[in-house]
């Protein structure tokens, strides 16, 4: 096969969660054991949910007052917020994760985000994944420089569930992919016998694209027998349900398995709420709840795994302070940033609260940023997966904070 054709036969398979070369692609490396459990999961809510109605400042006068229509109750009241610590709330939509609250295994950052003051969906995200707002000139992700500075003896290091590579995996390291949804353990032409013997016998050699084949073969092997005997065990052999939690039990599944996977992503759309978001109930309501039903999912199947996993929960940016006139929020700036885990020092709201009065806001319409994305993930980096500092220098280019947040 000429190398052009073979590229595209590897581009062909890396869309359907084989292998592909280069930085669009997915290839796992090596097959040594390692002891080192530590996991990192990062979800990512595309279209800038509305963190001032994920976790409420029932205490602020002026947030009810700035949203007469889709304010969150106060706790106490019909279809109000449920107390976190006096001061904030959660939406009634996400109760299904307050025993993690109460168990103390998570946490929240409000007011937290980039340092980078676009509305721009696209330009908002891309910093975000690259961990350098600002600069769009940033080919890989900080995902994927974090994957360069961790060991070496891993077979499938990190994992994307997820039909489009995402910018936060992007670089030079390999990373293996998954299809979401009953797509994940679908069976491809490359499955069958006679194509698998026949794809081995032409890149059975030492050279630079058979080796690509052979280990982007391995790779996809590994996890789909972990993910196949798990979801056998569990399920007898059923469907996982569709959505995030059926997602999210892949994922775990492949965590807990013996691909010794250490990173993780998946990400979730639909948080532009422009129109009708609704308050205790409506749009934001209904994917909160599958959401908060879905991290539920992924803290019982990680098992004990997840006394060594972290989760980030993290979206581009919040919304206005102000609901508009259509019954929504319109794009914003600081937000609240998610943290789950068996290590973590849960059941606080970590981060300096500015306010929500006029004088306290970005541009007069926003949540201020006090915490930028970058000091969350530094500090998980640092504390939970034994990150140097002159390792988070390179995986953030740039960012110079001392700031750390004593999450675990």
């Not at 992007?170 to 698998?196: E, H, N, Q, W």
């Not at 349900?241 to 639909?270: C, E, R, W, Y």
């Amino acid at each position: 096969m000429k190398r052009r054709n073979f590229l595209q036969f590897a581009s062909l398979l890396s869309a359907s969660g084989i292998i592909s070369v280069g930085s669009h692609g997915w290839v796992a490396k090596g097959l040594a054991q390692t002891n080192n459990r530590k996991r990192l999961i990062v979800i990512f809510l595309r279209g800038g949910v509305d963190g001032l109605n994920v976790v409420i400042p029932h205490q602020e006068y002026t947030y009810y007052n700035a949203r007469p229509k889709i304010a969150i109750p106060a706790p106490g009241e019909p279809e109000g917020a449920i107390d976190l610590d006096g001061q904030f709330g959660l939406h009634p939509a996400l109760a299904s994760i307050i025993p993690l609250w109460q168990n103390r295994s998570l946490a929240f950052v409000h007011a937290c985000g980039s340092n980078n003051d676009t509305r721009s969906h696209f330009d908002a995200q891309y910093y975000m994944e690259t961990g350098i707002p600002g600069n769009k000139k940033i080919p890989d992700g900080w995902m994927n420089r974090l994957l360069a500075n961790l060991p070496k003896d891993k077979p499938t290091q990190a994992v994307n569930l997820g039909d489009i590579p995402p910018r936060i995996l992007m670089g030079a390291m390999p990373v293996a992919s998954l299809p979401t949804g009953r797509k994940s353990t679908r069976s491809l032409p490359i499955d069958r016998p006679k194509i698998y013997e026949a794809f081995d016998r032409l890149y059975s050699s030492n050279d630079e694209l058979s080796r690509v084949y052979q280990e982007g073969r391995q790779a996809r092997d590994l996890l789909l027998a972990d993910l196949q005997e798990e979801m056998e065990a569990a399920s007898a052999g059923a469907p996982p349900p569709q959505g995030f939690a059926g997602d999210a039990k892949n994922l775990a599944q492949i965590m807990v398995g013996d691909s010794k996977t250490q990173l993780g992503f998946l990400a979730l759309g639909h948080w532009d709420t422009h129109v009708n978001q609704g308050s205790s109930q409506g749009a934001l309501a209904r994917r909160l709840k599958p959401l908060g039903e879905g991290l539920v999912t992924l803290v019982q199947e990680l098992g004990p795994l997840y006394s060594d996993t972290v989760i980030l929960v993290m979206s581009e940016f919040g919304r206005t302070v102000n609901e508009n006139g259509n019954g929504g929020t319109d794009h914003g700036h600081g937000n609240v940033m998610w943290v789950l885990g068996g290590g973590v020092r849960g059941g606080q709201v970590y981060g300096q609260w500015p306010g929500l009065d006029e004088s306290e806001l970005f541009q007069k319409r926003d949540l201020a940023v006090t915490t930028d994305f970058r000091d969350v993930i530094s500090s998980v980096l640092e504390q939970h997966l034994e990150i140097e500092r002159s390792q988070i220098a390179r995986i953030f280019s740039g960012y110079s904070s001392n700031q750390r947040l004593a999450l675990l």
